[in-house]
């Protein structure tokens, strides 16, 4: 009688500790799924933020829309893959790192890929023009400063494309993204003074051969 | 000495009104992105985003390499227990060179960026970039 007594204390016991674990591992999943709703709700935030400059950047380094916005999906996804745990404050250098690793990549490629096509002595005949946005204008400018503004950009991205590749990645990532020198180093892998020097550079060059009534 | 420094000056001053101005082409241009471009952002943001947290494995990105190297072990241990392979064995070696110079490559092109994230960790502080990203 004594010892059924015993079991039953001791079921009711175990009872009570996998009531209990059993509450604190729903807690725990509870929390782990705020948590990456969170950070999910963060992320799109800041993809918003910065995928339409981020689009432009590439394409200006890259000439191609269509390759621009390939570029970009692979960057967001690898940020997304492997480096959404780190602090925010560190998504954007990250996000440009990848995304410059890309469009690097990518040149490399179109080079070699032009080497063999010259060596075979084929022409690329695509025939497609740059498609121009014909979007009506948001900022409820006349057409008339309208192509002013799109005639000026035309003239920056062909100066911007000519500069050497570390100076337009400065450039860009100083003047287009707006990140300081800390942040554009880490985003191009190098010392903050080789960013004041390449940016610098980039400055003089693109004054130049702008001149100065570009506006 | 007065004169180059107010060319100094003016310098920066108009550096900074150059950018400021490229700037501002730039905007323009991003404000004037298509419909159809924005969809594709849109969708990309989407993809992008169904793959958070979904990282592969760190040995499973090393197994192709070590999958590589004992290859190429195998291939040495070949080559140097059998005397009569050496001959033919040369343009073999000189592939199986090219595959492992390539995979390092690769590999050390991940732990320079690992690398870089390590340091950024304990060195990097960029309070400026707290109010930029959000």
């Known amino acids: ?215 | 000495m007065s004169e180059h420094n107010d060319e100094t000056v003016d310098d920066v001053f108009a550096e900074k009104a150059f950018a400021e101005k490229a700037r501002h082409r730039f905007d323009d241009s991003v404000q004037g992105l298509d419909a159809a471009t924005r969809s594709a952002l849109n969708q990309s943001r989407q993809v992008a985003l169904k793959e958070l947290g979904s990282r592969r494995p760190l040995r499973m990105t090393w197994l192709p390499a070590a999958g590589v190297a004992a290859a190429g072990v195998a291939a040495l241990m070949l080559w140097t227990a059998n005397p009569t392979l050496e001959q033919k064995a040369v343009p073999g070696a000189a592939d199986i060179e090219i595959l492992l110079t390539e995979d390092s490559l690769e590999m050390l092109e991940e732990l320079e960026f690992y690398s870089w994230m390590e340091l950024d960790e304990q060195a990097f502080v960029p309070p400026e970039l707290q109010n930029h990203v959000g």
């Open chain 1, 1 to 215: 009688m004594g010892s059924g007594r015993t079991e039953q204390h001791r079921d009711e016991y175990r009872m009570s500790i996998c009531n209990a674990s059993f509450a604190v591992s729903c807690h725990t999943e509870k929390k782990t799924g705020a948590e990456t709703l969170q950070r999910r709700e963060s992320l799109n935030r800041f993809f918003a933020d910065v995928e339409k400059r981020a689009l432009r950047i590439a394409e200006i380094s890259i000439r191609d829309r269509d390759e621009a916005l390939d570029l970009v999906q692979d960057a967001m996804i690898k940020l997304a893959r492997n480096y959404a745990q780190r602090p925010v404050a560190e998504w954007t250098p990250l996000f440009y790192r990848i995304l410059q690793n890309r469009i690097r990549d990518w040149q490399r490629r179109e080079t070699v890929k032009n080497k063999v096509m010259t060596w075979f002595q084929r022409s690329d005949e695509d025939g497609d023009a740059d498609p121009v946005a014909a979007a009506p204008d948001t900022a409820g400018r006349t057409p008339e400063e309208q192509l002013e503004g799109q005639e000026a950009m035309a003239c920056l991205e062909q100066a911007v494309t000519a500069l050497p590749v570390r100076q337009r990645e400065a450039f860009m990532l100083r003047t287009f993204e707006g990140l300081d020198v800390a942040g554009t180093a880490a985003a191009m892998g190098c010392s903050q003074g080789s960013v004041k020097t390449h940016y610098s550079r980039a400055v003089h060059s693109l004054r130049d051969s702008l001149g100065e009534h570009w506006q």
